[in-house]
Protein backbone atom coordinates (compact mmCIF):
# COMPACT_ATOMS: atom_id res chain seq x y z
CA UNK A 1 0.00 0.00 0.00
CA UNK A 2 1.22 3.62 -0.87
CA UNK A 3 0.93 6.71 1.53
CA UNK A 4 -2.51 8.15 -1.03
CA UNK A 5 -3.91 4.95 -0.90
CA UNK A 6 -3.72 5.54 3.31
CA UNK A 7 -5.12 9.32 2.60
CA UNK A 8 -8.30 8.35 1.35
CA UNK A 9 -9.54 6.44 3.94
CA UNK A 10 -13.02 7.22 5.51
CA UNK A 11 -13.40 10.65 7.68
CA UNK A 12 -14.16 8.51 10.90
CA UNK A 13 -11.17 7.14 10.25
CA UNK A 14 -9.23 10.21 10.27
CA UNK A 15 -11.22 12.63 12.82
CA UNK A 16 -12.46 10.08 14.99
CA UNK A 17 -15.75 11.34 16.98
CA UNK A 18 -14.55 12.77 20.15
CA UNK A 19 -17.14 11.27 22.60
CA UNK A 20 -16.75 13.67 25.67
CA UNK A 21 -17.65 16.29 23.18
CA UNK A 22 -21.07 14.76 22.53
CA UNK A 23 -21.93 14.47 25.97
CA UNK A 24 -19.86 17.06 27.09
CA UNK A 25 -23.14 19.40 27.88
CA UNK A 26 -25.19 16.64 29.98
CA UNK A 27 -21.94 15.90 32.06
CA UNK A 28 -21.46 19.80 32.88
CA UNK A 29 -25.20 19.77 33.72
CA UNK A 30 -24.47 16.87 36.12
CA UNK A 31 -22.13 18.72 37.84
CA UNK A 32 -24.11 21.95 38.30
CA UNK A 33 -27.01 19.61 39.34
CA UNK A 34 -24.59 17.98 42.14
CA UNK A 35 -22.86 21.50 43.49
CA UNK A 36 -26.14 23.46 42.62
CA UNK A 37 -27.92 20.88 45.10
CA UNK A 38 -24.84 20.90 47.79
CA UNK A 39 -24.92 24.67 48.21
CA UNK A 40 -28.53 25.33 47.99
CA UNK A 41 -29.66 21.90 50.55
CA UNK A 42 -26.51 22.82 52.86
CA UNK A 43 -28.07 24.24 55.82
CA UNK A 44 -31.08 25.27 54.35
CA UNK A 45 -32.78 25.05 57.96
CA UNK A 46 -30.25 26.89 60.10
CA UNK A 47 -31.15 30.64 59.61
CA UNK A 48 -34.49 31.67 60.90
CA UNK A 49 -37.69 32.39 59.41
CA UNK A 50 -37.73 35.88 56.78
CA UNK A 51 -40.16 37.85 56.81
CA UNK A 52 -41.37 36.44 53.54
CA UNK A 53 -41.07 32.91 55.07
CA UNK A 54 -43.37 34.55 57.99
CA UNK A 55 -46.23 35.59 55.63
CA UNK A 56 -46.33 32.16 54.06
CA UNK A 57 -46.25 30.59 56.74
CA UNK A 58 -49.51 32.63 58.02
CA UNK A 59 -51.10 31.69 54.69
CA UNK A 60 -51.01 28.17 54.82
CA UNK A 61 -51.93 27.75 58.53
CA UNK A 62 -55.61 29.28 57.73
CA UNK A 63 -57.81 26.63 58.85
CA UNK A 64 -60.05 25.95 55.87
CA UNK A 65 -59.01 25.97 52.10
CA UNK A 66 -62.02 29.04 51.82
CA UNK A 67 -59.48 30.92 53.89
CA UNK A 68 -56.50 29.57 52.43
CA UNK A 69 -57.61 30.58 49.20
CA UNK A 70 -58.50 34.15 50.45
CA UNK A 71 -54.98 34.49 52.23
CA UNK A 72 -53.24 32.97 49.00
CA UNK A 73 -54.81 35.14 46.47
CA UNK A 74 -55.26 38.51 48.48
CA UNK A 75 -52.14 39.15 50.63
CA UNK A 76 -49.00 37.53 48.22
CA UNK A 77 -47.67 38.33 44.66
CA UNK A 78 -47.14 34.51 44.27
CA UNK A 79 -49.24 31.92 42.81
CA UNK A 80 -51.58 29.60 44.55
CA UNK A 81 -50.70 26.37 43.54
CA UNK A 82 -46.93 27.30 45.32
CA UNK A 83 -48.79 27.30 48.78
CA UNK A 84 -51.09 24.84 48.34
CA UNK A 85 -47.74 22.77 48.04
CA UNK A 86 -46.34 24.33 50.81
CA UNK A 87 -49.22 23.49 53.05
CA UNK A 88 -48.47 19.88 52.07
CA UNK A 89 -44.91 20.40 53.43
CA UNK A 90 -46.65 22.17 56.27
CA UNK A 91 -49.32 19.34 57.06
CA UNK A 92 -46.05 16.56 57.07
CA UNK A 93 -43.65 18.08 58.68
CA UNK A 94 -45.15 21.54 60.68
CA UNK A 95 -43.15 24.84 61.01
CA UNK A 96 -39.74 23.54 60.08
CA UNK A 97 -37.70 26.08 58.25
CA UNK A 98 -35.97 22.85 56.84
CA UNK A 99 -39.12 21.23 55.17
CA UNK A 100 -40.61 24.83 54.21
CA UNK A 101 -37.80 25.73 52.01
CA UNK A 102 -36.95 22.36 50.49
CA UNK A 103 -39.83 22.97 47.46
CA UNK A 104 -38.09 26.79 46.90
CA UNK A 105 -35.08 24.89 46.15
CA UNK A 106 -36.12 21.95 44.85
CA UNK A 107 -37.84 24.37 41.92
CA UNK A 108 -34.71 26.39 41.68
CA UNK A 109 -33.05 23.49 40.41
CA UNK A 110 -36.15 22.69 38.15
CA UNK A 111 -35.14 26.06 36.61
CA UNK A 112 -31.72 25.31 35.77
CA UNK A 113 -32.43 22.37 33.92
CA UNK A 114 -35.45 24.30 32.12
CA UNK A 115 -32.21 27.03 31.11
CA UNK A 116 -29.99 24.14 30.12
CA UNK A 117 -32.71 22.91 27.91
CA UNK A 118 -33.21 26.28 26.23
CA UNK A 119 -30.10 27.28 25.74
CA UNK A 120 -28.79 23.76 24.05
CA UNK A 121 -31.72 24.57 21.65
CA UNK A 122 -30.37 27.93 20.52
CA UNK A 123 -26.54 27.66 21.60
CA UNK A 124 -25.41 24.09 21.18
CA UNK A 125 -24.73 21.52 24.71
CA UNK A 126 -21.42 22.89 25.78
CA UNK A 127 -23.11 26.82 26.15
CA UNK A 128 -25.81 24.89 27.70
CA UNK A 129 -23.52 23.35 30.27
CA UNK A 130 -21.52 26.67 30.91
CA UNK A 131 -24.71 28.50 31.74
CA UNK A 132 -25.88 25.79 33.90
CA UNK A 133 -22.66 25.91 36.07
CA UNK A 134 -23.08 29.42 36.47
CA UNK A 135 -26.96 29.56 37.23
CA UNK A 136 -25.56 26.72 39.85
CA UNK A 137 -22.71 28.81 41.14
CA UNK A 138 -24.05 32.08 41.27
CA UNK A 139 -24.27 33.75 44.72
CA UNK A 140 -27.62 35.53 45.16
CA UNK A 141 -29.46 32.53 43.34
CA UNK A 142 -28.11 30.17 45.90
CA UNK A 143 -28.64 32.65 48.46
CA UNK A 144 -32.42 33.20 47.78
CA UNK A 145 -32.89 29.62 46.54
Not at 112 to 125: D, K, P, Q
Request: aromatic content about 16%.
Amino acid sequence: MNRESLSIASPELQNPPDRLARYEGTVLLLLALVTGSLWRFWGLGLPSFWLDEFITCWIISADTWGEFWTRSTSYAATPPLFFALEKLVYSISGFDEFWLRIPGAAFDLLAMVILFGFVRESAGGRAAGISALIYAWTTSLVYHA
